[in-house]
């Protein structure tokens, strides 16, 4: 190979490419055709050297050619998904504006007002950031999300049953958000170097990090943030294109463990609020725990199509801003409304979804997906609990429940989501095309 002609016709090409980071990718792939015609060309009697000229040549004018392929390969915005956050942020100030808080209402949507300004910051960092510097960090963020909750197990504060909180100077935040954005940036990055776990002592490990934090979670208690945990990161297990052979341990491994874990929750913590909770759902007759149950169905039988207004007179939750912000936009607005947020809800986790395929990244596949679970489990559980059809636990909606370390939290996680997207043009694949 000539190199010298062909490294100074992919210059030509690569001048035209704005993004620099698409230029390795290019080089790469321009590469790979003018080696491919130039050993055509030296199969048809010509010297090595006519050949890569007759390969440059057929590749056509490199500056037209970079214009075409600078089109190809740049930093794209995912519009639709940024569209669809405006929307559901807009709609986080209704709760806001019509329930009756110990505080006046203005004083909410004031700091409402300061954590979007900070959660689009955070956004447009990560938006602009290389998410895949992250991946090699994953101990790091594992380890930082296991300290962090130890700390708080025994430093923290206790509020509402639950001991989550820690006081950085006037503020108190829930660290639960933050940790689990640590575990889900670790296995992530975990999962993309899953096949060099072949060994059963690495095996081992991977299924003590597993229940790690479960057990941490539910020593606080935060039983719901445990099973966010777990469906994220079952999710992002079931894309890694982990060998069929390991995954199958895994697996059966984890069931016998969880099990195990099961068993041992319900005979040691049978006695538990928590536990108490879970029963009750189970026993319609069980007036005082499902007391707010049998009131969200009579504030959902009233709401009608058209809804009873925002400032309507209804002895509501005082949480309806928080956990209940979804049966109280539908009593307030209606069922027409309650419909068009469920819709906007599924079309932002299923554009999600889809952008998880559009990159041939591996990590950065697998970070959209377990974003993807992040947002879908809480948005389902939520909705479904003010329908009664899933046990009471405290979740809040995605964007639209107040409280600020969860929605940065979720800011982040849409920013890295978003990320991925804008590089999927101009990054090189790590995805195995016919993995099996």
Same mark, same amino acid.
């Not at 029963?279 to 007036?287: K, Y």
């Given at each position: 190979?000539?190199?010298?002609?062909?490294?100074?016709?992919?210059?030509?090409?690569?001048?035209?490419?704005?993004?620099?980071?698409?230029?390795?990718?290019?080089?790469?792939?321009?590469?790979?055709?003018?080696?491919?015609?130039?050993?055509?060309?030296?199969?048809?009697?010509?010297?090595?050297?006519?050949?890569?000229?007759?390969?440059?040549?057929?590749?056509?004018?490199?500056?037209?050619?970079?214009?075409?392929?600078?089109?190809?390969?740049?930093?794209?915005?995912? =519009?639709?998904?940024?569209?669809?956050? @405006?929307?559901?942020?807009?709609?986080?100030?209704?709760?806001?504006?019509?329930?009756?808080?110990?505080?006046?209402?203005?004083?909410?949507?004031?700091?409402?007002?300061?954590?979007? /300004?900070?959660?689009?910051?955070?956004?447009?960092?990560?938006?602009?950031?290389?998410?895949?510097?992250?991946?090699?960090? =994953? $101990?790091?963020?594992?380890?930082?999300?296991?300290?962090?909750?130890?700390?708080?197990?025994? /430093?923290?504060?206790?509020?509402?049953?639950?001991?989550?909180?820690?006081?950085?100077?006037?503020?108190?935040?829930?660290?639960?958000? +933050?940790?689990?954005?640590?575990?889900?940036?670790?296995?992530?990055?975990?999962?993309?170097?899953?096949?060099?776990?072949?060994?059963?002592?690495?095996?081992?490990?991977?299924?003590?990090?597993?229940?790690?934090?479960?057990?941490?979670?539910?020593? +606080?208690?935060?039983?719901?943030?445990?099973?966010?945990?777990?469906?994220?990161?079952?999710?992002?297990?079931?894309?890694?294109?982990?060998?069929?052979?390991?995954?199958?341990?895994?697996?059966?491994?984890?069931?016998?463990?969880?099990?195990?874990?099961? $068993?041992?929750?319900?005979?040691?913590?049978?006695?538990?609020?928590?536990?108490?909770?879970?029963?009750?759902?189970?026993?319609?007759?069980?007036?005082?725990?499902?007391?707010?149950?049998?009131?969200?169905?009579?504030?959902?039988?009233?709401?009608?199509?058209?809804?009873?207004?925002?400032?309507?007179?209804?002895?509501?939750?005082?949480?309806?801003?928080?956990?209940?912000?979804?049966?109280? +936009?539908?009593?307030?607005?209606? =069922?027409?409304?309650?419909?068009?947020?469920?819709?906007?809800?599924?079309?932002?986790?299923?554009?999600?979804?889809?952008?998880?395929?559009?990159?041939?990244?591996?990590?950065?596949?697998?970070?959209?997906?377990?974003?993807?679970?992040?947002?879908? @489990?809480?948005?389902?559980?939520?909705?479904?609990?003010?329908?009664?059809? @899933?046990?009471? $636990?405290?979740?809040?909606?995605?964007?639209?429940?107040?409280?600020?370390?969860?929605?940065?939290?979720?800011?982040?996680?849409?920013?890295?989501?978003?990320? @991925?997207?804008?590089?999927?043009?101009?990054?090189?694949?790590?995805?195995?095309?016919?993995?099996?």
């Amino acid at each position: 190979m000539n190199s010298s002609k062909f490294e100074e016709f992919l210059n030509k090409v690569t001048s035209k490419v704005k993004s620099k980071q698409a230029h390795s990718l290019i080089k790469k792939e321009l590469t790979h055709h003018l080696q491919e015609l130039s050993h055509s060309f030296q199969k048809s009697d010509s010297t090595k050297e006519e050949a890569d000229e007759k390969a440059i040549e057929e590749m056509g004018n490199p500056f037209i050619l970079g214009e075409n392929l600078n089109h190809l390969h740049k930093p794209k915005i995912d =519009w639709v998904l940024t569209s669809l956050f @405006v929307i559901i942020g807009a709609i986080s100030f209704l709760p806001l504006i019509g329930t009756t808080h110990s505080l006046p209402n203005y004083h909410f949507i004031g700091r409402q007002v300061i954590w979007y /300004f900070l959660a689009v910051l955070v956004i447009i960092g990560f938006l602009f950031f290389d998410y895949r510097k992250l991946r090699n960090f =994953w $101990m790091g963020f594992y380890v930082s999300g296991v300290g962090i909750l130890l700390y708080t197990t025994v /430093f923290g504060y206790m509020m509402n049953g639950a001991q989550r909180w820690l006081s950085i100077g006037a503020i108190i935040i829930d660290v639960t958000p +933050l940790s689990l954005c640590l575990f889900f940036l670790a296995w992530a990055g975990l999962f993309s170097k899953i096949n060099t776990f072949n060994s059963w002592p690495k095996q081992m490990i991977v299924i003590g990090l597993f229940w790690m934090p479960i057990i941490l979670y539910m020593a +606080l208690p935060h039983f719901m943030m445990s099973v966010i945990y777990f469906f994220c990161v079952v999710a992002m297990f079931a894309f890694s294109q982990v060998h069929k052979r390991l995954a199958l341990k895994l697996v059966v491994a984890n069931m016998i463990i969880g099990l195990g874990f099961l $068993m041992t929750l319900i005979i040691n913590f049978h006695n538990s609020y928590v536990f108490t909770r879970l029963t009750a759902f189970f026993n319609p007759h069980d007036a005082e725990f499902n007391f707010v149950v049998d009131k969200m169905r009579d504030v959902l039988s009233q709401a009608g199509w058209f809804g009873n207004g925002l400032f309507n007179d209804k002895d509501f939750f005082t949480s309806a801003h928080t956990d209940f912000a979804f049966p109280y +936009l539908v009593y307030s607005l209606g =069922w027409i409304f309650g419909i068009a947020l469920c819709g906007i809800l599924l079309l932002f986790i299923l554009r999600i979804s889809k952008n998880a395929f559009k990159t041939k990244d591996l990590y950065g596949r697998t970070l959209v997906i377990g974003g993807a679970a992040l947002f879908a @489990v809480p948005a389902c559980w939520n909705i479904l609990m003010g329908f009664g059809i @899933v046990p009471l $636990m405290g979740v809040s909606l995605p964007f639209i429940s107040y409280g600020g370390s969860m929605l940065l939290c979720y800011s982040a996680i849409l920013g890295l989501i978003l990320s @991925v997207f804008r590089q999927k043009d101009i990054i090189e694949p790590t995805i195995e095309e016919n993995f099996n």
